[in-house]
């Protein structure tokens, strides 16, 4: 099912360069406006909320009381993995949103926050599911270039070490992509958990190496990102005290508000850019509105 209608407004149906793709991505951030902010804001930040509170009630301060030490590391343990599946789930349904959200605004549709809360909730069973179909596979693809990775080191322990590197981070930048692309495909086109996983990949196959590499331009921005969140936090830390924990929440939250948009803009965009590559897709589109079946 193409959900496609009045394509353009946002994200134009060009071949675009990198630089372009990276521009387009930031472009229709900005076109969607504060409802983006308002989509991010309102399920990330009571989830952040909760998770530090209940992290800080699990694990919380040191004790000597030998029953409460055996019980905390189990019980912060399991908080951990439960906060972290709800984490990713969320994380899901605000992209999902979002991509819906500029997918809207993209066509000329009246799409409020709500309406785009909505979809990101109704298609997250597809969006979820297609995770978890590529997570089956990409897990052990991670453990075979991690076997790798530590050949090379020993069979070449100086060359081995910088060939190590490209091999590790080759899975978990594939697995960025596939993430992030796959909730484009799922609400742009409405497929099911294994039809949007499949067609997510055959997108990625036309465009491999040219999309692994604006998801590695992505990693890079959001490393900076984070490591001026560490250093702001570190300067503050000192002056706060016993509330340093505080600016663990706040800049939880503020780099889950800046990353998660950051890459459902960016798969939107790309989505659009490898159909056109290599579907002729404004061709199509075009055809489809002189024709008057658009």
């Known amino acids: 099912m193409d ?5 353009g407004r946002l994200v134009p149906f060009t071949p675009r360069t990198l630089a372009d793709t990276l521009d387009v991505t930031l ?7 504060g409802s983006v902010l308002v989509v991010v804001l309102a399920i990330l930040l009571p989830e952040v909320l909760l998770r530090e509170a209940l992290t800080l009630r699990f694990t919380g301060p040191f004790t000597t009381d030998p029953v409460t030490t055996l019980e905390a590391p189990a019980a912060g343990f399991a908080w951990l993995i439960l906060s972290t599946l709800v984490g990713l789930y ?16 993209d066509r000329g549709l009246p799409l409020g926050v709500l309406g785009a809360m909505k979809i990101g909730f109704a298609r997250s069973g597809a969006t979820l599911g297609a995770s978890v179909l590529a997570a089956i ?3 052990p693809l991670a453990f075979v270039g991690l076997v790798i990775g530590m050949i090379l080191a020993f069979v070449l322990p100086f060359v081995g070490l ?3 590197i490209p091999v590790i981070l080759f899975v978990p930048l594939l697995g960025y992509l596939v993430s992030f692309l796959l909730i484009a495909v799922a609400i742009e086109e409405g497929h099911g958990p294994w039809r949007t996983l499949v067609r997510t990949l055959s997108l990625i196959r036309r465009g ?7 998801t590695l331009v992505l990693a890079v921005l959001l490393l900076a990102i984070i490591a001026g969140l560490f250093f702001a936090g570190f300067l503050l830390s000192t002056a706060m005290g016993e509330l340093d924990w505080m600016l663990q929440v706040v800049g939880s939250g503020l780099f889950g508000a800046i990353s998660t948009p950051l890459y459902a803009s960016a798969g939107l965009v790309l989505h659009r850019d490898l159909r056109v590559k290599g579907e002729a897709y404004d061709l199509r589109l075009r055809a489809r509105v002189l024709a008057g079946t658009g």
């Not at 994380?91 to 500029?102: D, R, T």
């Not at 491999?208 to 604006?214: E, I, K, P, T």
């Open 3 to 7: 959900l496609v209608r009045v394509p």
């Open 27 to 33: 472009t229709a951030l900005r076109g969607g406006g």
């Open 90 to 105: 969320l994380g899901l349904v605000i992209s999902a949103a979002i991509v819906a959200l500029l997918g809207a605004r």
């Open 137 to 139: 596979g990409i897990v």
């Open 162 to 164: 910088f060939l190590m």
């Open 208 to 214: 491999f190496w040219r999309s692994l590499l604006v």
